[in-house]
């Protein structure tokens, strides 16, 4: 595929199926489309002085060339002929099939599908992007988005529109553009057929999920990034690694490709495609952030620096292979969901300063065998350890001073809770604690 710009035009060329298709975006606003037959050999080449696109066979030597006019396509006296498709008022047809649509998509601004190709272009910064309704996930290409396998931004473009490509599952292309300076919200979220994308240097924002769950294997952050948002590469399973640009002031990455702040006190994303089985965190780090980890499917053990203080929600949920991770003395808050469906996780030391276990830490951690709880410990929240079926007997400190609702859900006969109180002085838990839980509990004290 070939986008040549030039004067204000836009030509794009395509092979499909042993045909080469010419697309010229003319000053009108219009588009013409020119159709020949070429080898997959066919070398391409442009002359931007006169406008002529020229086809020569790499095996035969023979060629065609086709003048690109101001109001239709010229076809060279020394060269056969081609065919040229009518135009109609909402795009072009050949027979009664359909092969362009196109509209616009908000002041001069854009966009055409080519249903061949199934390529989806746009012309135009893409600024004050118009959305077909109030709900922005409709686009108005929405129709083709399981179609689209290629996208393609004109050089004017600054900007790519939140939701743009979301859940675009044949998506497997795209083109940004050499002015693109923001990533929208969502732009290319569950886009599970895009493994690759190059972002130009002029990127200074990536909107918050802006690759969420898409199949990008590695993606390299430029110098000018000065913002990421919440989750901009949560749960990619195919992401390996993330490379900054050593220049740039707000961002860096560790030799194993992770994504810290540039003062490297900022755990943002590990990615959840890396090989590696562990991982030792920077000594510098103090936070951890939100899904920092979630997803990552291949790591077994996780070493804290000593200097973390906070863990984000959910930072390992879904690590399915993690055994191990100790907590460092530092950290006192023991995050919503932090550890939640870790199915292999078998120990937990929580011994140090943690006040508080929020609610499902640990839920579904159905293999943990062993936890160790503070002498600080004031707060377990709800449903923090359920279905925690693996632990044969766990030890409630008397510092707690409130338990939530179903803590403890899902606990069989076989387990034991012990608490180191009496019955009396645990008024202020929550009535429904023990809920749906069948764990033998014994209190250390009678008053």
Not at 22 to 28: C, E, H, K, V
Not at 80 to 88: F, P, Q, R
Not at 231 to 239: I, N, V
Not at 321 to 335: D, K, R, T
């Amino acid at each position: 595929m070939i986008d040549v710009n030039s004067d204000g035009k836009s030509e794009i060329v395509t092979y499909t199926d042993g045909k080469l298709n010419i697309y010229s975006n003319l000053s009108d606003g219009s588009l013409k489309r020119l159709t020949v037959g070429a080898s997959e050999n066919s070398r391409i080449y442009y002359d931007k002085a006169d406008k002529t696109i020229a086809f020569v066979d790499s095996d035969s030597g023979e060629g065609k060339a086709y003048r690109l006019g101001d109001e239709t396509f010229e076809i060279n006296e020394s060269v056969d002929s081609g065919k040229i498709a009518s135009m109609t008022e909402e795009g072009i047809l050949i027979g009664a099939e359909e092969l362009i649509s196109s509209g616009d998509c908000g002041e001069g601004n854009r966009w055409t599908y080519f249903k061949e190709e199934s390529l989806l272009y746009l012309t135009g910064t893409l600024e004050n992007f118009k959305y077909p309704a109030e709900d922005v996930v409709d686009t108005p290409w929405s129709k083709y988005r399981q179609e689209v396998s290629s996208v393609i931004l004109s050089d004017e473009a600054t900007v790519v529109p939140d939701h743009l490509c979301y859940i675009c599952g044949a998506l497997s292309e795209v083109q940004l553009g050499k002015s693109v300076q923001k990533i929208g919200t969502n732009a290319f979220e569950s886009c599970d057929s895009l493994k690759k994308i190059t972002l130009p240097p002029t990127v200074t924002e990536i909107g918050t999920l802006a690759f969420s769950k898409s199949a990008i294997t590695e993606i390299s952050i430029g110098a000018a990034v000065t913002a990421i948002g919440e989750d901009a590469f949560f749960e990619c399973k195919s992401l390996e690694k993330i490379f900054v640009d050593s220049s740039n002031t707000n961002y860096a990455s560790d030799s194993d490709g992770v994504l810290y702040s540039n003062d490297y006190r900022n755990l943002i994303t590990y990615p959840a495609g890396s090989k590696a089985v562990q991982y030792n965190m920077i000594e510098s780090t103090e936070n951890v952030e939100k899904n920092a980890f979630a997803g990552c499917e291949n790591i077994t053990h996780i070493y804290f620096s000593d200097r973390v203080k906070t863990v984000g929600a959910a930072a390992f949920k879904g690590c399915s292979a993690l055994e191990l991770a100790e907590l460092p003395n530092s950290l006192e808050v023991i995050s919503e969901s932090m550890f939640e469906n870790c199915g292999n996780l078998l120990y937990v030391d929580a011994s140090g300063r943690v006040t508080d276990i929020e609610t499902l830490a640990f839920a579904n951690c159905t293999k943990l065998e062993t936890v160790k709880l503070s002498s600080s410990l004031k707060n377990i929240g709800k449903q923090a350890f359920l279905n925690c079926t693996g632990t044969e007997k766990i030890t409630v400190p008397s510092s707690v001073k409130y338990v939530g609702a179903n803590a403890f859900e899902g606990w069989t006969s076989s387990q034991t809770i012990e608490i180191d109180n009496s019955k009396r002085n645990i008024s202020d838990w929550h009535s429904g604690w023990q809920k749906s839980c069948k764990a033998e509990v014994s209190f250390t004290r009678i008053i």
